[in-house]
């Protein structure tokens, strides 16, 4: 399938590292989801272009880090400037390899850019402590330095936002990095990465290997030069790869999956309700990790919530291939993720759910799953149970707050959160309530580059954006002077 871009350049098909575009002699290759027509074949890296990337990120570790907060801020900037100049090019690229619609994959780009230009700011804020001292003649003094080399680990879902959530903290704290994005959708990370590159990033600053998962992520874990490895993904593996860092001790961020409860109590306003769970439920055709999993709505509104919301679906999503007019709603990532999905569905029908909407493999191709509701279903149901990750809402029933935060609570999980009432009590309660890490409250879109992003139990430690988010590219160095007094 050929790309039409305005600026060709943008499509990369080899490694980055050191500043040079490397071949290898094995491919992947990157299929369209909506046909799976073949895009472009990418040069698969394995070990040796990992150490060589972790070798070129060490050597220029020092010169970048020297360099004065305020020269990296405005390096960053000119990055900033040229992904924004190149949105519709790097949306067409993601539209293309991830299957998202026009419209979101532009939101993302400038999602993406948005902390590229939120970290090139807080670069010159990087701010150290003078501490009372213990006795006179000493001074207590404590300074931030970079970690070091950064890996960072990127899924598919969000290809360009979820590496610049990471590349630019790190950057902005004096880190370099070794990235290896998602085999499915690697071409957005080249494609940034030659906008870096033309930024006047340094050499190595930024390296990109695409290739195999376990190859790459044995060198980047075991590697003592390596001292962080930040990763965005699954739970499972996850907890593979903080168990294999511990053998370095790296410091670790995990930002994995979610099982978002939507709450819905009786005093809320309906209307808005349902259009915070159109946008938190469908975007990305539900694949993002802070979707809504469970709705929890109250017995007394369970009917006409659930009759307005089947209506708002059928009225206003459009199943079809992203680049389309009109279309809402691309197809999923994988014929393996649409079979997940049904799997769930069908699962969850023989257990007692009922099908309200949708419910069968979509004609369209095999990567598309139409919207899809189930009532009646029950925290025990695989629709609740599991990270969906497909367009499915389930309806669970609650009769009191109480019940409402049990349910909510059931999980190994805890990333996001969501609940709509107009009563201030019960927002402090089920605010304080809620073990996850973001809470949604009367608003179904919680994520922008100023706010902490990140989860708890097993969502995961860390977090990404805000004034917090470069603490974990720092490290604290204390320095104690003694010998003041005369
Ligand atoms: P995944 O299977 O965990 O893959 C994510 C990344 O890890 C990919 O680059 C993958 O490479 C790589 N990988 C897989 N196995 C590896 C290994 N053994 N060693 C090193 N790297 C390995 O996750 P996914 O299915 O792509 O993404 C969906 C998950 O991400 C969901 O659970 C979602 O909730 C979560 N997510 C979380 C957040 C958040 O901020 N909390 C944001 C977005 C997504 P290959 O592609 O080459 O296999």
């Not at 094995?26 to 989801?33: D, E, L």
């Not at 195999?212 to 590697?223: C, D, F, M, P, Q």
């Not at 049990?406 to 009563?423: H, K, P, S």
């Amino acid at each position: 399938m050929a790309l039409h871009l305005n600026d060709s350049g943008l499509i990369k098909t080899r490694a980055y590292i050191n500043g040079e575009w490397i071949s290898s002699r094995n491919s992947i290759s990157v299929r369209n989801p909506c046909d799976s027509s073949l895009i472009a074949r990418v040069a698969k890296a394995g070990c040796f272009e990992a150490q060589h990337a972790i070798d070129s990120a060490y050597q220029a570790l020092q010169p970048w880090q020297a360099k004065a907060a305020k020269e990296r801020a405005s390096i960053l900037r000119k990055w900033f400037n040229l992904i924004m100049e190149s949105q519709e090019d790097l949306a067409k690229i993601l539209t293309a390899e991830q299957g998202k619609v026009l419209a979101e994959a532009r939101a993302e780009i400038a999602y993406g850019a948005s902390y590229v230009e939120w970290f090139a700011e807080e670069a010159k804020r990087i701010y150290g402590d003078t501490i009372p001292a213990p006795s006179s003649d000493k001074r207590v003094v404590c300074i931030k330095q970079p970690v070091g080399v950064v890996a960072c680990i990127t899924p598919w879902n969000f290809p360009n936002a979820m590496l610049t959530r990471k590349i630019a903290p790190a950057l902005a704290a004096g880190c370099t990095v070794v990235c290896k994005p998602a085999s499915e959708t690697p071409l957005s990370a080249l494609a940034i990465a030659e906008l870096a590159h033309r930024a006047g990033i340094p050499k190595g600053v930024i390296n990109i290997v695409v290739g195999n998962a376990h190859e790459i992520g044995r060198v980047l874990t075991k590697s003592p030069l390596v001292r962080k490895l930040t990763f965005t993904g699954s739970t499972e593996v996850g907890k593979s790869l903080v168990a294999d860092c511990s053998t370095t001790l790296k410091k670790t961020s995990m930002e994995l999956g979610g099982n978002a409860p939507f709450i819905v109590f009786p005093d809320a306003d309906l209307k808005a309700a349902i259009s915070g769970l159109m946008a938190s439920k469908f975007r990305n055709s539900g694949q993002t990790c802070v979707c809504t999993n469970r709705v929890l709505v109250h017995e007394k509104i369970y009917e006409e919530f659930k009759q307005k919301l089947t209506s708002t679906i059928k009225e206003n999503l459009v199943l079809g291939h992203g680049d389309r007019e009109g279309v809402t709603n691309g197809p999923l990532i994988s014929q393996t993720a649409c079979e997940t999905v049904d799997r769930i569905v069908q699962v969850s029908l023989a257990k007692g759910a009922k099908l309200e909407l949708g419910g069968k493999p979509s004609r369209l191709g095999v990567c598309f799953y139409p919207p899809t509701v189930l009532s009646d279903v029950t925290n025990d149901m695989p629709a609740a149970r599991e990270e969906v990750f497909g367009p499915l809402v389930s309806l669970i029933r609650f009769t009191s707050e109480e019940q409402a935060i049990a349910i909510a609570n059931d999980t190994d999980v805890g990333l996001a959160a969501y609940f709509y009432t107009r009563d201030i009590g019960r927002v402090w309660r089920m605010g304080e309530a809620l073990e996850y890490g973001i809470v949604g409250i009367n608003e179904g879109i919680i994520s922008n580059e100023m706010a902490p992003f990140g989860g708890i139990k097993e969502s995961g430690h860390g977090r990404e954006g805000s004034k917090y988010g470069l603490d974990d590219y720092l490290e604290i160095k204390y320095m104690c002077m003694g010998g003041i007094d005369d």
